[in-house]
């Protein structure tokens, strides 16, 4: 089965922590959003504002997040 995952574009003030608790609910799981997105972050301190991060093993927005964008595998999902 391809890999699900939602886009998330970086706001002010973001952090891959700050992401990863909006979606995982646990700050801790960082090191997987960068693991995802390695080809545009060369370091996990470095993101910046309108940069499309993969949220990976996460369909649809975070609680309280405007709607993002789906996707299987390469696929954008309805």
Do not use: C
Request: aromatic share 8%; no cysteine; proline share 5%.
């Amino acid at each position: 089965m391809p890999e699900e995952f939602t886009t998330y574009v970086v706001r002010a003030g973001d952090s891959l922590s700050a992401i990863a608790q909006k979606f995982y609910g646990d700050a801790k799981r960082w090191k997987e959003i960068w693991e995802a997105n390695k080809d545009k972050l060369p370091d996990p301190n470095v993101i910046t504002v309108g940069q499309e991060l993969r949220i990976v093993g996460h369909i649809g927005a975070a609680p309280g997040e405007a709607k993002v964008k789906k996707y299987r595998g390469d696929q954008e999902a309805a």
